[in-house]
């Protein structure tokens, strides 16, 4: 009998794997979802977590040279694009949490358990790139600004921090779920 205590932090955690996938697969990759959308004369650009747009695809990345200068492409903003990498770990994790989840929700309280507690970590990596990349992106969007250029946040921002809520959701249902029935009911003869 499936436990319907652990049934919300199950979806929760889904989405939240979900919204890590897409905002994963940003630019340059997929195009419509990007973490930074810029226009420095007439050139667009779109940013996501292996790159930009035009750019191959790889962990850590500078900006081009169009966008910035010496000051965006110093040794700190390229370990901030390094840790961009942290976006497909958090949707790995909630993965995993997902399908601790589908143990917990079908068979076992301990799926459930170990669901609140990926679910957690998964959690907090994503509040830590959710920080990590809002002041990169940030600081790249006044630095395009500030030399007449058009800087914007992008979708990906929001999917992040839909997943960083999802994800905060999931780990009190999944801690919730916990203590729920998990015990199959007899029938009465």
Avoid at 19 to 41: K, Q
Avoid at 87 to 100: E, H, K, Q, R, Y
Avoid at 116 to 121: D, F, K, M, Q, T
Avoid at 142 to 155: I, L, S
Wanted: aromatic share 14%.
């Amino acid at each position: 009998m499936a436990a319907s205590a652990a049934l919300p932090g199950l979806f929760f955690t889904f989405a939240a794997m979900v919204l890590l996938i897409f905002a994963s697969v940003s630019t340059p990759t997929w195009n419509a979802v990007s973490f930074l959308n810029t226009n420095v004369d007439g050139v667009s650009t779109h940013f996501g977590v292996f790159g930009y747009t035009g750019s191959n695809t790889s962990v850590g990345w500078y900006f081009p040279t169009g966008i910035a200068d010496s000051e965006l492409n110093n040794g700190l903003f390229h370990n901030l694009t390094i840790a961009l990498i942290l976006v497909p770990i958090a949707a790995g994790l909630s993965g995993l949490a997902f399908l601790f989840g589908l143990c917990g929700a079908s068979y076992h309280r301990v799926g459930t358990v170990f669901m609140s507690l990926v679910s957690a970590l998964a959690c907090l990596v994503t509040l830590v790139v959710w920080i990590i990349e809002m002041s990169l992106f940030g600081i790249a969007r006044n630095h395009v600004r500030e030399r007449g250029g058009y800087a914007q946040y992008a979708n990906a921002n929001w999917l992040v921090l839909g997943a960083l809520i999802a994800l905060f959701l999931g780990f009190f249902a999944s801690l919730c779920g916990i203590f729920g029935s998990y015990r199959s009911k007899r029938a009465a003869y």
